[in-house]
Structure formats: C-alpha cells, structure tokens
C-alpha cells in the first residue's frame, strides 16, 4: 500500500471502533481506512528510529502494517488504537535496529556530516539545508534509538533499557551523549 494519510486520524470515535471490529474479522478495506489514518504518524516515528533511511522506513512500516493486520484478532481495547499501533510499530523498529546490531554492517551515520558546508549541485551550501530530522538521522544507531524514545516517544529510561537490551544508566547515558551530539551539530552547521 502506499503511504498516503488522512489528514487527522480519529482516535476512540465509535467510526474507528467500528474499523477495527470489522478488521479484526478480516475485512481488508476496514483495515485499509485504519492503515490511512494512522500511517504518517507510523512512518514518522519508525523514519526518526531509523535514521531517516528512506526505503528502510518504508520498508518497516509495511512490515509494522501486517503484523497488526496479524495481531489485531487480539486486541481488547484496553488502550487507544493509536497507542497500541504506534507500539507495535516501535518495536519493529527497535526489532530491526537490534538485528542490524548484531550484523557487521557500515550504516554510514558517522559520516552523514562529511559534505556540509560543501557547495551543492545548485551552488547552495549544503549547511544551509541541515534541519533537526537530518541532525537526529545522523546520530549513532543506539544513541539515536534513545533520543528518539525519551524525546519525541515519551518513553520512560526503563522501558528503553527493557526494550533495548540495556541498562538504565546507559540509557541515560545514551541519551545524554545524543543530545550533547546533537546540539553540537547544530550549532556547528546553523
């Protein structure tokens, strides 16, 4: 499905209700509407987790996509929709950080800054562009994955610690170590 979105999704109305009753039996254009309210917010939160790759994004959104379509027989309304999708699509995310961790791999998030300042194509400078998602991007996977939970998600550091396999101090740490890469990178090519 491509990502297209409706402008607002309703949350707890009686209309998504009724959605996700009627997915939960396996109507697919139920499901479809459902996927249309709430994929931007799915995206942007799995793009943030990691680091804006795109195709890789797109990818784990499809993927969060059908394991709700899988679990949603299951769900009991104990929380909002929203919050249980976005939930699922979190740890999809973390899931694939966590495998690509385990993978010798060149992410490339060390080097994201190597050409700022540099003339573009257009004879613009690249630094000139730079924004907080492309600063949040090019962090390291794991401090990134905590900025992310703690900042934007609202994550407490013992979930993130549970979630990612560490301690709570190095959550923190993490965190304090992204923020402080962060705001060096920003200052540093305002």
Avoid: C
């Avoid at 700022?116 to 994955?145: N, Q």
């Avoid at 959550?171 to 962060?182: D, F, I, V, W």
């Amino acid at each position: 499905m491509p990502l297209e979105t409706d402008p607002q999704p309703e949350t707890g109305t009686d209309d998504e209700r009724a959605l996700i009753a009627a997915a939960a039996r396996g109507e697919v254009s139920a499901f479809e509407g459902l996927y249309r309210r709430h994929v931007g917010r799915v995206h942007g939160a799995i793009a943030r987790l990691v680091g804006g790759h795109g195709a890789r994004a797109e990818d784990l959104t499809q993927d969060a996509f059908v394991r709700a379509w899988q679990a949603l027989p299951a769900f009991r309304f104990e929380s909002a929709f929203s919050t249980w999708l976005h939930r699922l699509a979190v740890n999809t995310a973390l899931m694939d950080l966590r495998s690509r961790r385990s993978r010798p791999h060149d992410d490339g998030d060390e080097d994201a800054f190597d050409t700022l300042g540099t003339a573009d194509s257009a004879g613009h400078s690249t630094a000139l562009t730079m924004d907080l998602e492309r600063a949040i991007a090019s962090l390291p996977p794991r401090a990134r994955a905590v900025l992310v939970l703690y900042d934007v998600e609202g994550w407490q550091h013992e979930e993130i610690a549970a979630e990612l396999g560490m301690a709570v101090g190095s959550s923190k740490a993490q965190l304090h170590r992204a923020r402080h890469l962060l705001r060096a990178r920003l200052e540093g090519h305002a």
